[in-house]
Every structure is written in structure tokens, then in C-alpha cells.
Nanobody
Framework: QVQLVESGGGLAQPGGSLRLSCAAS????????MSWARQAPGEGLEWVAG????????RYADSVKGRFTISRDNTNDTVYLQMNTLKPEDTALYYC??????????????WGQGTQVTVSS
């Protein structure tokens, strides 16, 4: 079965950086687009970034554009989210999600359990 396991969350200071990882298994990783989404306390789910199956094309939410970078390693079935210039409003539970297509459709059929990111001084 599909498994997505996030790691790398934690506490960061404003202006700092964190790198999230999502290890995937149970499906042909290189055939599907992947995304990151987040949910802040008391808020709805927000899509953050997506990457095509081959890794050559990416998309970002306006709130993170220029600060976050999504990437993937199809050899090791892992997707990453490099987060720079972190802000307190980036505080959220971050989820890795498997797309239903090779392109970024935002139609997700599997989710990880999430990793907490807290940005505070």
C-alpha cells in the first residue's frame, strides 16, 4: 500500500531555514506528481507546492514563492521541501501528498501523517 512518511519538521527562528523530506513507497514514485500542503492551527488546508513526476516543472502558492523550493529524487523515492526565510505565519502541520496524475492536478489520493513546523523566536 502507499506510504508517505514526512520528516524534518521542528522549531525554527524567523528568517531561518528547514528542509522537509517525504519518503514514499508502495507505488511507482516516478510516475506521479507530488505536492506539499499545510494546515495552520484553526485554518483550512493550504496547498504549498507541487512538482511534476519527472521533476522538471514546479508550482508554488503565492505565499511561499521565492522562499520555498520543492524537489524530488526519483532514484530514492523522496520529495523535499526546502524552506528559507521562514516567517511565523509558516507555522503549520506540513503534509506530503501523492497526486493522481503525472502532472500537478491537485487531485490527491494519498497523504502522509504530517510533520510540524513552528517558526518562533
Amino acid at each position: 500500500q502507499v506510504q508517505l512518511v514526512e520528516s524534518g519538521g521542528g522549531l525554527a527562528q524567523p528568517g531561518g531555514s528547514l528542509r522537509l523530506s517525504c519518503a514514499a513507497s508502495g507505488f511507482i514514485f516516478s510516475s506521479y506528481a507530488m505536492s506539499w500542503a499545510r494546515q495552520a492551527p484553526g485554518e483550512g488546508l493550504e496547498w504549498v507546492a507541487g512538482i511534476y513526476s519527472a521533476g522538471g516543472d514546479t508550482r508554488y502558492a503565492d505565499s511561499v514563492k521565492g522562499r520555498f523550493t520543492i524537489s524530488r529524487d526519483n532514484t530514492n523515492d523522496t520529495v523535499y521541501l526546502q524552506m528559507n526565510t521562514l516567517k511565523p505565519e509558516d507555522t503549520a502541520l506540513y503534509y506530503c501528498a501523492k497526486d493522481s496524475h503525472f502532472y500537478i492536478s491537485r487531485s490527491f489520493d494519498s497523504w502522509g501523517q504530517g510533520t510540524q513546523v513552528t517558526v518562533s523566536s
